[in-house]
């Protein structure tokens, strides 16, 4: 069955240091998003892309948040600099049609 | 996008069934009722989704009352497996994004 590969799988890094996480949505998955999730709580959606483009980023801090999908397939989200807010499970997930998401495994980020 | 309620954790025995609840009182026409579930450290799973009608798959079955105002997830013969949070969401068929609430926590017991 076809996956959403995400990477570092655990990152920990000191507070004010640039970060960055990648995604590879599945092969041929026009729509990916970016979720962050806090302990405890539901994932919140930070950004959608639709092929190269920008579709919503209204939840995205972009003051220090950043993501790319240059080519319309993997994508980077970066965050520079990093506070101890910022730790999280960031999520990506991508679909084809309206109906299912999948998700990758995630990308577990403590700031220190 | 609709808001949901649901209750944060049950309990439900191994081997009997799960009745997860969901309420989506201001729930419109054009939405539709998503089941995910997230296993400890994992991404959300797809479980299931519907309208109107009553819809069944490998994993569970949705009931979706007549006025649509509320719903059931039915895990048919739990297992320790699934003890996860599960996630009632609603969203528009076009365009509509998942936004996820709290959850409920499931944990099924030996």
């Known amino acids: 069955e076809a996956e959403v590969a995400q990477s570092p799988r655990y990152k920990i890094t000191e507070k004010s240091q640039a970060v960055a996480f990648w995604c590879d949505p599945i092969s041929g998955h026009a729509t990916l998003y970016w979720y962050r999730q806090i302990l405890g709580q539901g994932p919140e959606l930070l950004v959608q892309?639709?092929?190269?483009?920008?579709?919503?980023d209204s939840q995205l801090p972009k003051d220090r948040f950043s993501a790319e999908r240059l080519k319309g397939v993997d994508s980077t989200l970066k965050i520079q600099p990093a506070e101890l807010g910022d730790s999280a499970m960031y999520l990506c997930?991508?679909?084809?049609?309206?109906?299912?998401?999948?998700f990758g495994s995630g990308t577990r980020l403590t700031v220190v | 996008d609709a808001k949901t309620t649901q209750p944060p954790s049950m309990d439900c025995a191994e081997g009997r069934a799960a009745n997860l609840p969901c309420n989506h009182s201001?729930?419109?026409?054009?939405?539709?009722v998503y089941w995910y579930r997230q296993i400890h450290s994992q991404g959300p799973q797809y479980i299931i989704h519907?309208?109107?009608n009553n819809e069944t798959n490998e994993m569970a079955s949705l009931i979706i009352t007549e006025d649509r105002k509320s719903s059931t997830l039915i895990l048919p013969h739990a297992t320790l497996r699934d003890t996860a949070v599960y996630y009632c969401?609603?969203?528009?068929?076009?365009?509509?994004?998942?936004?996820f609430g709290q959850g409920t926590e499931l944990s099924v017991k030996p």
């Open positions: 997930a991508s679909s084809l049609n309206e109906d299912g998401y999948t």
């Open positions: 969401i609603v969203r528009a068929n076009q365009g509509g994004k998942l936004i």
């Open positions: 201001t729930i419109s026409g054009n939405e539709y």
């Open positions: 519907g309208l109107k």
């Open positions: 892309f639709q092929d190269e483009s920008v579709v919503d």
